[in-house]
């Protein structure tokens, strides 16, 4: 069974970071690539970045420069480095195997408050 567990997002104050996790379980995690994906309320989901297997990374353009995706293969762990953020950064967070369509962990909620 393919799952998916994120974490470490919270409360943060604009212009500050935060490091996300993702946990994944049920599929040879290292020749899968990896994506990060956010939702915010009333919103839909959209691609932040992707990392292949081999560890090369793209990102969408509103994240670039401020996010950085990486992943620990002998983990089953994903990582998302996200700095400067802004209000328009608030959002449920959510990591999954790129292409494919299985269920989408719980997510983590990350929001940016002064």
């Known amino acids: 069974q393919v799952q998916f567990a994120e974490s470490g997002g919270g409360l943060v104050q604009p212009g500050g970071s935060l490091r996300l996790s993702c946990t994944a379980s049920?599929?040879?995690?290292?020749?899968?690539?990896m994506g990060w994906y956010r939702q915010a309320p009333g919103k839909r989901r959209e691609f932040l970045a992707g990392?292949?297997?081999?560890?090369?990374?793209n990102y969408a353009e509103s994240v670039k420069g401020r996010f950085t995706v990486s992943r620990d293969n002998a983990k089953n762990t994903l990582y998302l480095e996200m700095k400067s953020l802004n209000l328009e950064d608030t959002a449920a967070y959510y990591c999954?195997?790129?292409?494919?369509?299985?269920?989408w962990g719980q997510g983590t909620q990350v929001t940016v408050s002064a």
């Open positions: 999954h195997s790129v292409g494919t369509f299985e269920p």
């Open positions: 990392i292949t297997g081999g560890g090369t990374a």
């Open positions: 049920g599929f040879i995690f290292e020749k899968t690539a």
